[in-house]
């Protein structure tokens, strides 16, 4: 596992967005998915700083995506 630590910068059902800087371009960071029982509590939201854990498996899209396997609101 690895982590990667950033601001949320965008937040949709199942996915996150996560941006070394919290004023992020579209395609700036990566998109987290998060699996169908990940809750978070507190819930999450944009504009939060956080570390994620996930594997290295990551898509070559832009921007790219991983499954985050923990995330944690620091």
Do not use: N
């Not at 910068?9 to 998915?33: K, L, M, N």
């Not at 819930?43 to 991983?66: C, F, I, N, W």
Request: no cysteine.
């Amino acid at each position: 596992m690895v982590t990667f630590t950033g601001y949320i910068v965008d937040v949709e059902e199942g996915t996150i967005r996560v941006a070394p800087h919290a004023e992020a371009e579209p395609f700036d960071g990566i998109v987290f998915h998060l699996e169908e029982a990940f809750e978070h509590e507190p819930p999450l939201v944009v504009g939060q700083y956080v570390r994620v854990e996930h594997d290295e498996k990551m898509t070559r899209s832009l921007p790219p995506q991983a499954t985050a396997h923990r995330v944690d609101v620091l």
